[in-house]
């Protein structure tokens, strides 16, 4: 958990969360019911992790963070890179789901 200024909170979601989740509307049913049924199994099965941004307890953003890869063609030509071997892809932080509280959009939570 960290403490952000203004009382945000910012941490990973839990079990204890169940209640906040079915609380969250950011008006966006797929992404709703992904929150509410799927986050929890999600982590189970290392497919991905969700953070929230808490004030006073409340929900107000939440993203889903996933671990991937930018894969490179065999074909590719990296220009001004000098290396010994050309990787043959990169690790990467895929952000699979990202959502507001519907009634903080536009208040720059999720920036």
């Known amino acids: 958990m960290v403490i952000l200024s203004d009382g945000l909170e910012f941490r990973q979601i839990v079990l204890n969360d169940k209640e906040q989740l079915a609380a969250f509307d950011c008006n966006h049913h797929d ?3 992904f929150f509410r049924k799927d986050v929890y199994q999600y982590h189970i099965e290392n497919i991905g992790v969700s953070f929230a941004l808490l004030k006073d307890g409340k929900i107000l953003t939440i993203v889903t963070l996933g671990m991937g890869a930018i894969r490179f063609p065999s074909n590719l030509v990296l220009e001004d890179i ?3 071997e050309k990787p043959a892809q990169l690790p990467a932080l895929k952000i699979g789901r990202l959502a507001t509280q519907k009634n903080e959009l536009g208040k720059g939570y999720a920036k």
Do not use: A, K, L
């Open 31 to 33: 992404t709703n019911e």
């Open 82 to 84: 000098t290396v010994s």
